[in-house]
Every structure is written in structure tokens, then in C-alpha cells.
């Protein structure tokens, strides 16, 4: 698994380690730094055009201008701030390429040397801001930004693309639009969420020598679920693989609960129990025969709960008013964990204290309108401020949170922020999220964590999506097609 920061981390360990080590370390990490974005752009055709602001994210350009210069390459630059005011470590490069480089200075918009430069050049490197993005941008980078995007250049950004909050991923109006982002150190966060990731491009992550960093943000990875995947011992029953009981479908929907149920027993749970009227048990029943009906009533669900592991609660219920009662009735009263999905956060809406009332623990999978329903605010405000809300909620409510969408984030009560890494448009279909319910509810049934279940059920729900897509492209994923192709991404990590 991989760890992630915020600009407000890096900064603190970059400024830390050079105090440590010595006030000329500075200069040494930006030599790194500027010399790794070189060897990059190698990659890439020259000439080179290099488009550095006044900070450090402008000095290590102006190193990777030297470094390309010296191995023969053809490279120029552009400076958007007098050199007297350029930081001091990029004004001590600056001094290094000084009537070697081909050098312009750019303070106006609509300044002619920008568009002859960029038709003159096959790659471009945005050193304009690197983490410094924070509010809106000022016109001239704008204007840059604009005429860098519209060159149709290979575009390699320094650290994160211009325009990219590093802590949010939100994105300013104009935001520069890479084909490659050379980060150094640590991934930024924002690189990994949307809207940012849109504009990241491929990321190459450089180590310029800096210390471990203690964090809470962390990237899913294949490792990640080759440690966590359930232990399968041969010497093994049915019981050993623990219950998972659903309490889904209805007339309307009786695919979600065939979806769900099917699911948590295809990622092994030991048995499945639907609750369920049994009009909908038995239209499902013959392509489930694996799934034990269980009568759909309080008092019922409620005893079976005493012999289960996880209670999964929610897809396709609907949202009547006898529906309500009942979930409100299981999140109060069953004793073990609960995964509420669906129509089962929806009767919740703007009620979101009976989540700080369950007995055991509870993981909440909300698209981005059903978790602003129940925080009783606007979609936009949870779109604006994704990893935020998620970390605060799950903090507040004492739960883990799946956000769900393309590069998922997963919160967790102790204030752990952990996301996918995958974003996959096929998955943008109704009953995706049945089939994700089912999969965290039997690896709970297993005996993972409730917030180590909802990693594990994320990555493996992701990674089997992009094996479809391969075979039956992103517009004709069907949900069943995620429990089918389990087996097969399965392998991949056993």
C-alpha cells in the first residue's frame, strides 16, 4: 500500500530533513528533483519547453533545463516573474544556465514569444506552481495554461500539473492537462482523486532521498490485497467461512438482492441468507440455489442475526415506510457488524446520529448523492470536498465510509483515508453497487475487519471491472459479469 500526502505534510518534511541535515540540503533535493524530471523528458522528443514560476517548482525546471542542455538536447525557458524575485535556491540554478539556455521572461498576457516558443517545441514542462495551487489562479498563468493545452504538446508536469488543489483535487477553471506528472517523494492526493486525476496523466513517482512519513492517506494496491485477501485453510466447513444474512429486494428490485447475495457468497462466504419476501426469493431462486431464504420480518431477521457474522442491508428495498422502520430497527438492534447500502442509507436521509447508535460496527457505501442526503447538504458540497467529508463522517459517526465512483475513497473511524485506484466508466451502472455490498459483507462473514473488508472489497470489485472491460469493453459490463470474472482476479493474488 502506498502512502500519500498532503502539501502541508511534504512541506513539513522537506523543511524538517533540511534542518537536519544541513541548510544546503535544499539545494540538494532540488538537484534530485531536477535532475530525475530531465531523465523523464528524455523519454519524450525534443525541443524542450520549460515554463517555470518564481518558487522551488520553478527551480527544479530550471535544473532540468541544465541536465537536458549538458546531455545535448535542445531546451528553452520561460520565466513568469523577474528573476529577483525567484526563490532563492531557483536563483542560484539560474545562475548555473546563464547565456547557455535560451531564456525568456513572460509577465503580459498575449506575449508573442509564448505561442513562437511553444510551435517551436514537442514537449513542454509545467514548473509553474507544482503544490503551491491554492484558489484561483492569476490571468497570465491562466493564458499560459490555456495556450500550453491548446499546443498540442506532449505536456510533463513538475510535482502535480498547475490548476490541482494537492489536498482536495479540485481543480481551478483553467488546469494544466499532463500526459505524464513527475512527483517526487510521495504521491499528492489530489493527484489521485477526481477532478484531478483527469488532468494528472500518467504518474511517475521519483525518491529524491527524503525520510519516512508518518500519514493517514494511502493508495490500494495489488500488495495491499495479496496481505489481506481471507485466509482459506483446507481443514475447513461451511462454518468456518462465517453467515452473511441480506435484507434486500423487493417486487420492484429483485435483482439487487440477487446481485448482493450472489455476490457475498462468490467471494466465500460460508452461507448466505436472504431476508426477503418470497415473491422475490423465488424469482431468484433458480440461478441461487446457493442462497437460504429467510422470511422477511423483523423479529425473524433479528434471531437469524444472533447466528450470523454480517448483516447486509439495503439493495433494492425501496423506501417505504414500513422499510424505514425496519432498518431503523436493525441498526439499533442487531449486535454484529452492518453494511448499509443503498435504499438502506436513503431512509436515512438527514438522520445520520442512528449511525453513532449501532452495537457493533458499521460500513456505509453512499454514492455521492445518497451521502449527501444523509448529511442533510447539497451534492456539490460533497463533490467540492470529497476526502474532507468523508474523514470528518467516519470520524463523527464512528464508521467506514466507501464513498463510491471512479477512484473510490474509503474513510475510517480512526481518521484513515484510503483510495482506489481504479476509474473505470463501466462500472457507471445500476446494480454495480449491489454486487460491491455483497462482496464486503462475505469478506466481513470471513472474519476480515469491517474497514479492512470494505479495502479489500473495493480493490478486488475494481480490478475485476478492468478484466471485463478488457474482454467486453466499458459500455457492455453487466453487474452479474463482476461475480463471474471473481474467480479470475482471485487468482491473480493466491
Not at 423465488?282 to 433479528?302: G, Q
Not at 443503498?342 to 438522520?351: F, M, S
Not at 468523508?390 to 466507501?402: D, F, G, H, M, P
Not at 482506489?420 to 476480515?448: E, H, M, R, Y
Amino acid at each position: 500500500m502506498q502512502k500519500l500526502v498532503t502539501s502541508e505534510q511534504i512541506r513539513t518534511l522537506e523543511s524538517e530533513w533540511i534542518k537536519k541535515i544541513s541548510p544546503q540540503w535544499s539545494l540538494t533535493l532540488m538537484e534530485k528533483a531536477g535532475s530525475s524530471l530531465a531523465d523523464v523528458a528524455k523519454e519524450y522528443k525534443e525541443p524542450y519547453l520549460i515554463v517555470c514560476g518564481k518558487g522551488n517548482n520553478g527551480g527544479d525546471g530550471i535544473v532540468a533545463a541544465r541536465y537536458l542542455h549538458a546531455s545535448g538536447e535542445k531546451v528553452s525557458l520561460i520565466l513568469t516573474s523577474d528573476e529577483s524575485v525567484l526563490s532563492d535556491d531557483a536563483k542560484a540554478n539560474l545562475e548555473l544556465i546563464k547565456n547557455k539556455v535560451q531564456c525568456f521572461t513572460i509577465q503580459e498576457e498575449k506575449d508573442n514569444n509564448l505561442s513562437k516558443m511553444l510551435s517551436e517545441s514537442n514537449t513542454v514542462i509545467d514548473c509553474l506552481l507544482g503544490t503551491g495551487t491554492n484558489g484561483k489562479l492569476s490571468p497570465l498563468f491562466e493564458w499560459i495554461i490555456k495556450s500550453i493545452n491548446t499546443s498540442h504538446k506532449v505536456v510533463i508536469a513538475c510535482d502535480i500539473p498547475t490548476g490541482i488543489n494537492p489536498d482536495s483535487g479540485n481543480v481551478c477553471d483553467v488546469t494544466v492537462k499532463a500526459k505524464v506528472t513527475v512527483t517526487f517523494g510521495y504521491q499528492k492526493i489530489g493527484l489521485l482523486v477526481y477532478p484531478g486525476k483527469r488532468y494528472s496523466g500518467k504518474i511517475r513517482t521519483i525518491d529524491i532521498g527524503l525520510p519516512d512519513i508518518e500519514t493517514n492517506l494511502f493508495l490500494l494496491d495489488d500488495d495491499f490485497l495479496k496481505e489481506n485477501l481471507p485466509n482459506r485453510d483446507d481443514e475447513s466447513n461451511k462454518g468456518s467461512f462465517g453467515r452473511t444474512l441480506l435484507v434486500c429486494g423487493s417486487k420492484k428490485y429483485p435483482g439487487a438482492a440477487l446481485l448482493a447475495s450472489k455476490a457475498a457468497s462468490s467471494i466465500g462466504s460460508g452461507l448466505t441468507m436472504l431476508a426477503s419476501s418470497l415473491e422475490v426469493f423465488i424469482r431468484i431462486a433458480a440461478v441461487t440455489p446457493e442462497v437460504i431464504n429467510v422470511e422477511f420480518d423483523l423479529k425473524t431477521i433479528l434471531e437469524e442475526s444472533l447466528k450470523s457474522s454480517v448483516l447486509v442491508i439495503g439493495p433494492g428495498l425501496t423506501t417505504e415506510p414500513e422499510i424505514k422502520e425496519t432498518v431503523e430497527a436493525l441498526i439499533l438492534q442487531a449486535s454484529i457488524p452492518i453494511v448499509l447500502d443503498a435504499d438502506g442509507i436513503n431512509v436515512l436521509a438527514g438522520q445520520k446520529e442512528i449511525i453513532k447508535k449501532v452495537k457493533n460496527e458499521i460500513v456505509l457505501t453512499p454514492h455521492p448523492k445518497e451521502f449527501a442526503k444523509l448529511l442533510g447538504i447539497n451534492i456539490d458540497e460533497v463533490l467540492n470536498n470529497k476526502i474532507e467529508l468523508v474523514r470528518s463522517s467516519a470520524k463523527e459517526l464512528s464508521c467506514t465510509i466507501v464513498l463510491k465512483g471512479p477512484a473510490t475513497i474509503i474513510g475510517t473511524k480512526e481518521g484513515n483515508i484510503y483510495v482506489s485506484p481504479f476509474s473505470n466508466s463501466a462500472l457507471a451502472k445500476g446494480g454495480t453497487g449491489d454486487v460491491l455490498a455483497g462482496f464486503i459483507g462475505g469478506l466481513i462473514a470471513q472474519g476480515l475487519k469491517p474497514s479492512l473488508a470494505a479495502c479489500v472489497g473495493v480493490y478486488i470489485h475494481g480490478k475485476t471491472a478492468e478484466m471485463v472491460t478488457r474482454d467486453k469493453t466499458v459500455f457492455s459490463l453487466l453487474p452479474q459479469d463482476l461475480i463471474s470474472y471473481l474467480p479470475q482476479a482471485i487468482k491473480e493474488y493466491i
